[in-house]
């Protein structure tokens, strides 16, 4: 009986030795250098964004407009996002949870830092604990879930409050400081805590909210008009050294990033 090869496994996984169609992926560079456009492009444009002959580029953009992926202006030649395009768009953002997308990524970043994980949302009175990934050491407390956290005192209350609008966070800031107007001190407060997280990209606290409690926030952003989710990852004070942190900082930035970039952010647009 001549032999046979075993049928591949389905497990979805991929693996170098799979091939693709390459046709396809250069489509997909069309449609990106498209996106990255920002606005319709000209075929020149186009070619020169996909690094591409002009000829070459536009065969693509035939057969992708001929299925609704993109389409052309018949005034100016341009080329833009298809309607096809614009369903798929709509569809993906429908079928998306924010969270339980981000929180696959939880246990990775705890794993890597051997430190807790939380990721907390914006509810209607401020920073919410939505996740809880605990760590190798152990802390003197922990936050529950569905915690509500200050702006203030937090790390992620300080990450939502440099990447929130001042109409949002404000009315909060009032509820929790008991100040109606805020005082020249609270806004001072708050002035500082988003310009250094602006800066340095994440949001740090010792002894904020829990004594002996060191955290790093940064924050997830979202493809469209929503509010970012906040990664935190708190440790004990004495676990981390000063050649821990600058390490422990980039894990978390790198894995933020690509947080972001799953749910279809363009990082570096922020």
């Known amino acids: 009986m001549r032999n046979q090869r075993p049928p591949e496994p389905e497990t979805g996984e991929a693996s170098p030795a799979r091939q693709g169609i390459q046709s396809?992926?250069?489509a997909m560079t069309v449609l990106l250098a498209l996106e990255e456009g920002r606005g319709p492009m000209s075929l020149t444009q186009l070619a020169t964004a996909a690094g591409m002959q002009p000829?070459?580029?536009?065969?693509?953009?035939?057969?992708?407009?001929?299925v609704g992926?993109?389409?052309?202006?018949?005034?100016?030649?341009?080329?833009?996002?298809?309607?096809?395009?614009?369903?798929?768009?709509?569809?993906?953002?429908?079928?998306?949870?924010?969270?339980?997308?981000v929180s696959e990524h939880l246990t990775g970043l705890r794993d890597r830092t051997s430190h807790a994980v939380n990721l907390a949302v914006w509810g209607d009175h401020g920073p919410v604990v939505v996740r809880w990934e605990y760590g190798a050491h152990a802390l003197p407390i922990t936050v529950r879930v569905g915690a509500t956290m200050p702006l203030l005192n937090s790390a992620m209350g300080g990450a939502?409050?440099?990447?929130?609008?001042?109409?949002?966070?404000?009315?909060?800031?009032?509820?929790?400081?008991?100040?109606?107007p805020l005082d020249a001190a609270t806004r001072e407060t708050a002035a500082r805590i988003k310009e250094e997280v602006r800066r340095e990209g994440v949001a740090t606290t010792a002894g904020g909210v829990i004594p002996g409690v060191t955290s790093l926030a940064a924050p997830v952003f979202t493809a469209g008009d929503s509010f970012p989710l906040v990664v935190t990852l708190v440790m004990p004070?004495?676990?981390?050294?000063?050649q821990d942190i600058p390490?422990?900082?980039?894990?978390?930035?790198?894995?933020?990033?690509?947080?972001?970039?799953?749910?279809?952010?363009?990082?570096?647009?922020?």
């Open 24 to 26: 396809v992926e250069l």
């Open 247 to 270: 390490h422990l900082t980039t894990e978390l930035l790198n894995a933020t990033r690509t947080m972001s970039e799953m749910l279809g952010h363009a990082v570096g647009r922020s």
């Open 160 to 180: 939502f409050l440099a990447h929130l609008p001042d109409q949002i966070t404000e009315p909060v800031l009032c509820a929790q400081s008991q100040t109606d």
């Open 55 to 66: 000829s070459k580029a536009h065969r693509y953009l035939v057969s992708l407009a001929r």
């Open 69 to 101: 992926l993109v389409a052309q202006s018949p005034s100016s030649g341009r080329y833009d996002m298809g309607p096809a395009m614009r369903r798929l768009g709509v569809e993906s953002l429908r079928r998306m949870d924010e969270v339980a997308l």
């Open 237 to 242: 004070t004495r676990a981390p050294t000063a």
